[in-house]
């Protein structure tokens, strides 16, 4: 009888689990727009970004621990312990090279620790930081829904506009576990003392947004010591997923555009390479 030979598979990357489909345009590109969505939001958020922000921008959404692939995990309550894991995992995977951060409500708050530990670890700093639809750092640590009931819960969220729509109570309740938890994170967190940043700034805010308002969004400006620009748009707290996302998907077109060949060019006019695959 002969033999059956076995072979073993090699283990899956842990690291990788974080970037799942991220490979696609990454040799054409010239930067990496590294995302993070809101509070229970997951990477199928930015889809559809690559076809609004072009060739020469790598989107690059990161699937936190609770959702899509990785709902087996659980979802972290610590955004300074989940911040540390992102690094090592955008370290491992060298995609580090000429990246901007975008980051929506929670996301936001994640992707400014995320610079900070990355500094601290003295990895490049992002070209750019998008803040969409969060108050400041020191304006979190408040009360945000995490101990309602369900009901009360799925009401706070549809009244933000979110989960609107058929289906919405199973996506819910799909949800749930990850959305306490994230939400319990943004109630527990207290920024340290730190250097404020070096980048530039883009603060986003929606003028129906009752989480972070425009004056919320405006405290960003003690962050860095770079330059700071602000966008506005009319609609609530997820205008990200609403109609007026195309109006943010323009606005952070033409801030990237800063960092993408212009026509006629093969490089960036602020930095003449092209970023590694």
């Given at each position: 009888m002969?033999?059956?030979?076995h072979?073993?598979?090699?283990?899956?990357?842990?690291?990788g689990?974080?970037?799942?489909?991220?490979?696609?345009?990454?040799?054409?590109?010239?930067?990496?727009?590294?995302?993070f969505?809101h509070?229970?939001?997951?990477?199928?958020?930015?889809?559809d970004?690559?076809?609004h922000?072009?060739?020469?921008?790598?989107?690059?959404?990161?699937?936190l621990p609770?959702?899509?692939?990785?709902?087996?995990?659980p979802?972290?309550?610590?955004?300074?312990?989940?911040?540390?894991?992102?690094?090592?995992?955008?370290i491992?995977q060298?995609?580090?090279d000429?990246?901007?951060?975008?980051?929506?409500?929670?996301?936001?708050?994640?992707?400014?620790?995320?610079?900070?530990v990355?500094?601290?670890?003295?990895?490049p700093?992002?070209?750019?930081f998008?803040?969409s639809?969060?108050?400041?750092p020191?304006?979190?640590g408040?009360?945000?829904?995490?101990?309602?009931?369900?009901?009360?819960l799925?009401?706070?969220v549809?009244?933000?506009?979110?989960?609107?729509?058929s289906g919405a109570r199973?996506q819910?309740?799909?949800?749930?576990?990850?959305?306490?938890?994230?939400?319990?994170?943004?109630?527990?967190?207290?920024?340290?003392?730190?250097?404020?940043l070096?980048?530039?700034?883009t603060?986003f805010?929606a003028?129906?947004d009752?989480?972070a308002?425009?004056?919320?969004?405006?405290q960003?400006?003690?962050y860095?010591?770079?330059s700071?620009?602000r966008?506005?748009?009319?609609?609530?707290h997820?205008?990200?997923?609403?109609p007026?996302?195309?109006s943010?998907?323009?606005?952070?077109?033409?801030?990237?555009?800063?960092?993408t060949?212009?026509?006629g060019?093969?490089?960036?006019a602020?930095?003449?390479?092209?970023?590694?695959?």
């Amino acid at each position: 009888m002969p033999l059956e030979l076995h072979t073993q598979q090699p283990a899956p990357d842990p690291n990788g689990l974080w970037f799942p489909g991220a490979g696609a345009g990454a040799r054409q590109a010239t930067i990496r727009l590294v995302c993070f969505a809101h509070a229970g939001g997951a990477p199928s958020v930015f889809r559809d970004w690559p076809d609004h922000l072009g060739p020469d921008v790598h989107i690059v959404p990161m699937l936190l621990p609770g959702r899509g692939l990785r709902l087996w995990e659980p979802a972290s309550t610590d955004i300074r312990a989940l911040a540390r894991e992102a690094a090592a995992a955008l370290i491992d995977q060298g995609l580090l090279d000429r990246y901007a951060v975008f980051g929506h409500s929670m996301g936001a708050l994640l992707a400014y620790e995320l610079a900070c530990v990355l500094r601290e670890l003295d990895a490049p700093d992002p070209t750019h930081f998008f803040v969409s639809g969060s108050r400041a750092p020191h304006l979190y640590g408040t009360p945000l829904g995490a101990e309602l009931s369900d009901d009360e819960l799925l009401a706070w969220v549809r009244e933000l506009g979110g989960l609107l729509g058929s289906g919405a109570r199973s996506q819910f309740d799909r949800r749930l576990p990850t959305l306490r938890a994230d939400l319990r994170a943004c109630e527990t967190y207290r920024p340290q003392p730190r250097p404020p940043l070096e980048c530039p700034l883009t603060v986003f805010s929606a003028a129906g947004d009752r989480l972070a308002g425009p004056e919320q969004a405006s405290q960003w400006r003690r962050y860095t010591t770079g330059s700071m620009r602000r966008g506005h748009f009319p609609g609530g707290h997820f205008y990200l997923v609403g109609p007026h996302r195309f109006s943010l998907l323009r606005e952070l077109r033409d801030d990237l555009t800063r960092y993408t060949p212009a026509p006629g060019s093969t490089a960036p006019a602020r930095n003449r390479r092209r970023m590694q695959p």
